[in-house]
């Protein structure tokens, strides 16, 4: 789009956090979470994501009329493809046997955050210039740093529709949600369930407790530094079995709890004075945001209630309409997690691989549909005619 202007940001101190939030916000009172600047600056400030770890910060910025950006977008310039969280290791294998280099490439997403939001963040949504002019925006990127690919990972599925209208290919994957339905209680939710899971959950919610152990709910000034002290190690110690080098350093757990404190949750459980486990949430305006976990003493069934029913108790309390609780894991199905589509959309130079992928993703769609309908019906929902014995 010839008239637009567009501003290349190698870091998110080049813009005023007001002016990125009014787009973040697309007219809410404040942004969700992962797309404010205090949540994506404090990633690069830490040195997560940053040049030295292979993400490249190149956001755009579109001005508008009155000189104020109108919209923006988060980009990275990658040289690998972890932390993502939406696998195209196959894809970059083709292109290298094909003699191609498939990095760097362009990367439109929060950093090591599978969770569903908008990505092309106008400030007027309304408005029917910004997303084509980002999107043309994000193309002359990819050719002038001479990327193989542009990817916007965990859209809505507007924004996907959006872009596959604009060149993009279209790519679905599933993850599990819990969906508040105006319960009153915990109770009321598991009302809902098959007696025979319902007994299971109270079971396993009884044990977990066990051994003497309470949790605690720490959001804006109960935030502690000893708390976070204790929350990184079990994160150190998850991130090092599940990666072999977490993502997040100590500092970035700091710069958050600084610039949002109001939006972070930690979960922790407590045994014999002391953490033993604790789960990181941050808190949209409708969802509770799941997002690590880790622990130094096992326990049966801990795991389970530090992140799937403890947020179902917050966002239950808290009238919050949805609980994403990351990605994969079938057996959150048990506990009330059902199937919920993500969307991703890319622009993949090389006509052959381009052609080829889009033949995979046609069928990778259909075999998501239909895996998420079969494990809706596994749920652990009552069936109409289902009939109750207590």
Request: proline share 5%.
């Amino acid at each position: 789009m010839p008239d637009a202007h567009i501003r290349i940001l190698p870091a998110l101190t080049e813009i005023k956090a007001a002016d990125w939030d009014a787009c973040a916000a697309g007219g809410a009172a404040r942004p969700e979470p992962f797309v404010s600047h205090a949540f994506l600056s404090a990633l690069e400030e830490a040195g997560c994501a940053a040049p030295r770890t292979g993400w490249l910060p190149q956001h755009l910025v579109l001005d508008g009329p009155d000189g104020a950006p109108a919209a923006v977008l988060p980009a990275y310039l990658k040289s690998h493809s972890r932390g993502e969280y939406v696998f195209d290791n196959g894809w970059a294998d083709a292109l290298t046997r094909a003699g191609g280099e498939y990095y760097p490439k362009v990367q439109v997403a929060v950093p090591f955050t599978p969770v569903t939001g908008r990505r092309l963040l106008l400030r007027d949504p309304a408005d029917p210039v910004g997303r084509p002019a980002l999107t043309a925006g994000l193309k002359e990127l990819v050719r002038l740093r001479g990327a193989s690919s542009a990817h916007v990972t965990f859209s809505t599925e507007e924004e996907w529709e959006a872009l596959a209208g604009l060149g993009f290919l279209k790519r679905t994957d599933r993850q599990f949600h819990w969906t508040n339905a105006g319960y009153a209680s915990y109770d009321d939710f598991l009302a809902e369930l098959a007696s025979r899971k319902r007994k299971a959950l109270k079971k396993e919610r009884r044990e977990a407790l066990g051994d003497g152990i309470t949790i605690e709910w720490l959001t804006g000034p109960s935030l502690t530094e000893e708390a976070f002290d204790a929350f990184f190690a079990f994160y150190l110690d998850t991130g090092g079995r599940k990666w072999g080098a977490p993502y997040l350093n100590r500092r970035f757990f700091t710069l958050m709890a600084e610039r949002m404190a109001d939006q972070v949750l930690l979960v922790m459980a407590r045994r014999e004075e002391r953490y033993i486990a604790g789960a990181l949430n941050l808190v949209g305006a409708d969802t509770l945001y799941g997002r690590y976990w880790g622990a130094i003493e096992h326990h049966p069934f801990l795991h389970f209630e530090v992140c799937y029913h403890q947020a179902i108790d917050y966002a239950i309390a808290h009238k919050l309409k949805v609980v994403e609780a990351g990605a994969q894991g079938e057996h959150k199905l048990a506990r009330g997690y059902l199937p919920k589509t993500t969307y991703s959309a890319h622009y993949i130079v090389h006509p052959a691989l381009e052609r080829a992928v889009a033949q995979y993703l046609e069928r990778e769609r259909a075999y998501i549909e239909e895996d998420a309908a079969v494990l809706t019906e596994l749920g652990p929902f009552r069936r109409s005619c289902e009939e109750e014995q207590d």
